[in-house]
């Protein structure tokens, strides 16, 4: 029985003692493609709807909040000498479209005026479909080319 255990011994410590196995070396993983440059952010200036978005469903009073991109909106002075470039103020058409870049926006009806620089309004619509056009207009509330976008919305009962 000793002789059976030391022998077993013998081939354990025979096993363990070898020379280490030799293995290929582990290789780099493959680099990844380098990712595309992320696209040039547009310069372009735009007004647009955040709320309604085009197609919605809503209930009167309808909430409008509009934005901007590369456009500034800001209060009309109080006396306007020159138009102030780069900048301007919002007003929203209901049931009508964009007008012809160099036009005056009147102040009247179906046009809302937002002077202040405000960019959002609730505003009573009566049930159906309208469209509700937003228009910048520069310090003497003419347009802009391209500072325009219209929607379409339905009001529910």
Known sequence: MKLLALVGLSIVIAGCSGAPETSKPASAPAAAPAAAPPPAASTTPRVFFVEPVNGATVKSPVHLKFSTENFMIMAVPAEVKEVR???GHHHVGVDIDCLPPGSEIPKANPWVHFGKGD???????????HKL?????????????????????????
Do not use: F, R, W, Y
């Open 85 to 87: 470039a780069g900048m």
């Open 119 to 129: 960019a959002e309004m609730d505003m009573q619509l009566t049930p159906g479909p």
């Open 133 to 157: 056009t937003l228009e910048a207009g520069d310090d003497k509330h003419m347009t802009m080319s391209g500072l325009c976008q219209t929607i379409n919305i339905t009001v529910s009962q």
